[in-house]
């Protein structure tokens, strides 16, 4: 049940996670490629050859340093703040998790 995986990931008390479905299209939205084991390797803004269907789904969980990590971000070539840009960050820091949702999540 959604309700138990986010309890479970709200219980965390470092790092962020990502919640991320298999979409048709994958080039369209933020992708995450994540290692066997179902650890984060990448995050990729509109793939145009993606590797990977795991779309990014905007919900988030993440820990306190979230603010401090805002504001050291630049705005994108799109002069927008991204949140992948943020993400990044707690991926560059081996902080991030990956929370596969299956079929009927979503």
């Known amino acids: 049940m959604l309700s138990d995986r986010l309890h479970s990931v709200g219980a965390r008390e470092h790092g962020a996670t990502e919640f991320a479905y ?7 939205y933020g992708v995450m490629i994540l290692d066997n084991s179902g ?3 990448a995050i990729v803004e509109r793939p145009k050859r993606p590797q ?16 401090d990590r805002a504001r050291d971000l630049s705005p994108s070539a799109r002069a927008e703040l991204e949140i992948s840009a943020r993400n990044n960050g707690y991926l560059a820091d081996e902080d991030l998790h990956a929370e596969p949702l299956g079929r ?3």
């Open 22 to 28: 298999p979409v048709n299209g994958p080039e369209s």
């Open 39 to 41: 650890k984060p390797l």
């Open 104 to 106: 009927g999540f979503v």
């Open 52 to 67: 990977i269907n795991l779309a990014v789904t905007e919900l988030y969980f993440c820990d306190g340093t979230v603010i």
